[in-house]
């Protein structure tokens, strides 16, 4: 089914620390994983993708992981600015049947300095 | 680089109206996707084009209904407005994939509809 995030989870960092948000996408057969950063009255940004022949991607700072047994996707940002407060989306695609992407719940994260 | 451009940025309609969002995509991407954002919620697709042709198609309202032209540029026709098509539209674009393989959706800034 499809998710709709009406809580949005919050996820709150010191600047410079490590953040972790993490993405449980809903079906099995899904073949590639995009993260998008959306600020305020802003369209989703990309960030990275992966497709499912791989299980680690890594970008500028950022890196997603990805766990298919357990239907888990997970970005991980280092050093965290104040710039990359936002809310996090990750986004999953069937790629062979159709163009949709299904939206993940978001999760906001605030860094303080 | 260049990014996907949607005008307008805001519109006002009152119930019961139409309205009309346009979309241009990133130079040489061939497919636009269209999605909603209401408050506080993730995007839900709409509909997508390739070639002008519909690609495929997810919750858009039958009073919605869309077009790609042979610039790739797209437009959205929404008719009847109600209270609850209060949103943010979003037009995201794309080359075609190999193969039927997706590519990445690069996302325009959007389009806030108030309809009072």
């Known amino acids: 089914g499809e998710s709709v995030g009406l809580h949005l989870p919050t996820l709150s960092v010191q600047e410079g620390d490590n953040s972790i948000i993490n993405c449980a996408y809903s079906n099995s057969a899904s073949d590639y994983f995009i993260w998008y950063k959306q600020e305020s009255g802003k369209g989703p940004q990309f960030i990275i993708d992966i497709r499912s022949n791989m299980d680690k991607r890594q970008g500028q700072r950022v890196t997603v992981l990805l766990n298919k047994t357990v239907k888990h996707l997970s970005l991980q940002i280092a050093a965290t600015q104040p710039g990359d407060s936002a809310v996090y989306f990750c986004?999953?695609?069937?790629?062979?049947?159709?163009?949709?992407?299904?939206f993940g719940t978001g999760t906001r994260l605030q860094v303080f300095p | 680089a260049a990014g996907v451009i949607q005008s307008p940025r805001h519109l006002i309609k009152e119930k019961r109206e139409t309205a009309t969002l346009k979309c241009y995509p990133i130079p040489r991407h061939d497919t636009v996707y269209w999605y909603q954002q209401g408050p506080g919620q993730d995007p839900q697709f709409l509909i997508s084009f390739y070639e002008k042709m519909q690609s495929d198609k997810g919750s858009i309202p039958d009073r919605f209904s869309a077009q790609q032209f042979s610039d790739y540029h797209s437009e959205l026709n929404m008719s009847s407005l109600e209270l609850g098509d209060s949103a943010l539209y979003f037009c995201?674009?794309?080359?075609?994939?190999?193969?039927?393989?997706?590519?990445?959706?690069?996302f325009g800034p959007g389009t806030r509809l108030l309809v009072l």
């Open positions: 995201a674009s794309s080359p075609r994939g190999a193969g039927g393989l997706q590519e990445t959706q690069y």
């Open positions: 986004a999953e695609n069937l790629s062979y049947n159709t163009d949709k992407l299904i």
